[in-house]
């Protein structure tokens, strides 16, 4: 019997966009369902446009659906009102891009302690945290660094170290590797799968790669709306 338990869940998500044939709308959801289990490794993959970006920021609440639900643990998210989702985004979620969008003026620790101070957590217990990510990720030494004084696998591993720092359950990340060499690749499809032994985090990692995705847990296509297993 599966015991495991859905953290988040997407029940028949519509969406959206203006711009699309003879001037209608550009149907990029149409009635997707999703279920992600915790500590649980899912890959998304899909032709260019076909909607998976649009997909994580619904389900880590950057964005809504026209309609159809959005639940975490069971909380319809989707009624939130903007507080309620912000508060949930930096409670539960954390985010991973293609671009890791740092801050350039700030330090590597600075950057990755972010988060928690913004949430009110006192600097002190903030920066040893942050020190202690860093270290996971190997690049402690360069906790003193500017982005633009570090690789592009270290700005992502940085980047990846402020994902977690207020101890997200799920990490949803946007073709993390997908501006990396391989080697870089590597180390950060490592890191994120040892996530979930060290954490018990569950990550939904969008890809363009087979490959990549033929490591995780399940892999899903987004196709015509709709997701389908691969
Ligand atoms: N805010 C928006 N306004 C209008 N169209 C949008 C908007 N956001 C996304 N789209 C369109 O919706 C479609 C899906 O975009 P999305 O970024 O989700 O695709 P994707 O599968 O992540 O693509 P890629 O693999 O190229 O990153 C695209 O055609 C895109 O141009």
Do not use: C
Not at 64 to 91: E, H, M, P, Q
Not at 128 to 138: C, I, K, S, V
Not at 178 to 189: A, K, P, S, V
């Amino acid at each position: 019997m599966d015991t495991k338990k859905t953290v988040l869940e997407a029940q028949n998500l519509y969406k959206s966009f203006p711009g699309g044939p003879d001037k209608g709308e550009l149907k990029v959801l149409q009635g997707m369902n999703l279920k992600i289990e915790e500590a649980s490794i899912t890959s998304i993959v899909g032709s260019s446009g076909s909607g998976k970006s649009t997909l994580l920021h619904i389900l880590g609440g950057l964005d809504r659906a026209d309609s159809g639900d959005v639940f975490w643990n069971g909380k319809n998210i989707s009624t939130y009102k903007a507080d309620d989702l912000a508060d949930f985004r930096n409670k539960y979620i954390g985010f991973v891009f293609q671009f890791h969008h740092l801050l350039p003026e700030f330090t590597a620790l600075e950057n990755v302690a972010m988060p928690a101070l913004i949430a009110g957590t006192q600097s002190g217990e903030a920066y040893e945290r942050a020190h202690e990510l860093l270290g996971l990720f190997g690049i402690d030494e360069r906790s003193e660094h500017r982005p633009t004084q570090l690789s592009g696998g270290e700005q992502q591993r940085v980047s990846m170290a402020r994902a977690l720092m207020n101890n997200p359950r799920v990490v949803l990340a946007d073709e993390p590797t997908g501006n990396l060499d391989q080697e870089n690749t590597d180390i950060i499809l490592d890191l994120l799968f040892e996530l979930r032994e060290a954490m018990g985090v569950s990550v939904l990692l969008i890809t363009h790669e087979k490959e990549i995705a033929s490591r995780s847990d399940t892999i899903l296509e987004l196709k015509n709306g709709v997701l389908e297993s691969l």
